[in-house]
């Protein structure tokens, strides 16, 4: 009786001590918009992709032309196939960290044949970032593990590749901007 008293606690303390190892607590996505929003866009995309160039900053413009009704959560899905998918969706993250992962985001979109390690720094110096907290988050790969929870996040979903989109829990086709601005918005009356 005496031992099986000493190996609950010991039972109790392993299993803590193991289901909180690896654990990435951090897996929130970039949110734009309010809070408690009636419409709920979450966007799984790939900095890299040519589609998601394309449509991720439409996305994001309507979010932003309507910020009482939508919220947007971006969560990044980078392909194995593109080079430097995974690394500026980190350096995103690290961006964000300091305020501006958004207008990281739209210059990733924007300059997608240019990616690669000195443009992720250049970028973050010419948003005036702190370079030196940007190069320590990039170096460690302090946002690995979220990135990771997102593509992982993504899969359960069966995301069939990006940009995809959900609404309200739906996956939905991209129909342009014009349409989708119409459909969020006759989804929150």
Same mark, same amino acid.
């Given at each position: 009786?005496? *031992?099986?008293?000493?190996?609950?606690?010991?039972?109790?303390?392993?299993?803590?001590?193991?289901?909180?190892?690896?654990?990435? =607590?951090?897996?929130?996505?970039?949110s734009l918009g309010?809070?408690?929003?009636?419409v709920v866009i979450?966007?799984?995309?790939?900095?890299?992709?040519?589609?998601?160039?394309?449509?991720?900053?439409?996305?994001? /413009?309507?979010?932003?032309? *309507?910020?009482?009704?939508?919220?947007?959560?971006? @969560?990044?899905?980078?392909?194995? @196939?593109?080079?430097?998918?995974?690394?500026?969706?980190?350096?995103?993250?690290?961006?964000?960290?300091?305020?501006?992962?958004?207008?990281?985001?739209?210059?990733?979109?924007? *300059?997608?044949?240019?990616?690669?390690?000195?443009?992720?720094?250049?970028?973050?110096?010419?948003?005036?970032? *702190? =370079?030196?907290?940007?190069?320590?988050?990039?170096? /460690?790969?302090?946002?690995?593990?979220?990135?990771?929870?997102?593509?992982?996040?993504?899969?359960e979903r069966g995301?069939?590749? =990006?940009? =995809?989109?959900?609404?309200?829990?739906?996956?939905?086709?991209?129909?342009?901007?014009?349409?989708?601005?119409?459909?969020?918005?006759?989804?929150?009356?």
């Amino acid at each position: 009786m005496k *031992n099986k008293i000493i190996l609950i606690p010991i039972f109790i303390l392993s299993t803590l001590v193991l289901t909180s190892c690896g654990k990435v =607590t951090d897996i929130k996505p970039m949110s734009l918009g309010d809070a408690d929003a009636p419409v709920v866009i979450e966007e799984f995309s790939d900095v890299q992709c040519p589609a998601c160039g394309q449509i991720s900053p439409q996305v994001e /413009d309507v979010a932003r032309s *309507n910020p009482d009704i939508v919220r947007l959560d971006f @969560y990044h899905f980078p392909l194995p @196939y593109h080079e430097f998918a995974f690394i500026g969706a980190e350096a995103a993250e690290c961006a964000g960290d300091q305020g501006k992962g958004w207008e990281y985001l739209a210059q990733e979109y924007a *300059n997608q044949t240019s990616l690669s390690n000195d443009f992720f720094m250049t970028l973050a110096e010419n948003l005036k970032l *702190n =370079t030196e907290t940007f190069k320590t988050c990039m170096d /460690d790969h302090i946002k690995k593990g979220k990135i990771q929870q997102h593509i992982l996040l993504g899969k359960e979903r069966g995301i069939p590749g =990006t940009p =995809t989109l959900f609404v309200n829990g739906q996956m939905v086709q991209w129909p342009g901007a014009d349409q989708f601005d119409a459909y969020l918005k006759s989804l929150a009356k």
